[in-house]
């Protein structure tokens, strides 16, 4: 691989490469394609031999509301430190605006 295609793929996958860091790579990308390449062929033998599972269908439920609203607030509430209404109260750690 050039020089010149490793800075643009870099450049692509917006990383900055030192000239160490570029030779490297042309030396590595090639090894890296090639399995690729056979993983992607194994990939094709193997829907080859299996093109289809069986039928397809969708297997999503409809949304169901299993709890009531609220049902678990007071328990929740309970288990916290302090809380006033329906909130936890934390110690205020930033000071934004003040």
Same mark, same amino acid.
């Given at each position: 691989?050039? @020089?010149?295609?490793?800075v643009?793929?870099? &450049? ?7 000239? &160490?860091?570029?030779t ?5 990308l #090639?090894?890296?394609?090639?399995? $690729?390449?056979a ?6 033998? &193997?829907?080859?031999?299996? #093109? ?11 949304? $169901?509301?299993? $709890?009531?609203?609220?049902a678990? &607030? ?15 109260? $934390? @110690? @205020? ?6």
């Open positions: 691989m050039q @020089k010149q295609d490793i643009a793929l870099a &450049t692509l996958a917006r990383i900055e490469l030192s000239e &160490t860091e570029i490297a790579f042309s030396m590595e #090639p090894a890296i394609l090639e399995y $690729v390449g993983v992607q062929s194994m990939v094709a033998e &193997t829907e080859a031999v299996n #093109p289809d599972l069986g039928p397809r269908y969708n297997v999503f439920r409809t949304d $169901v509301v299993s $709890v009531t609203p609220e678990h &607030t007071a328990d929740i509430l309970g288990q916290m430190p302090e809380a006033r209404d329906r909130y936890m109260v $934390v @110690k @205020k750690i930033l000071n934004v605006g003040d």
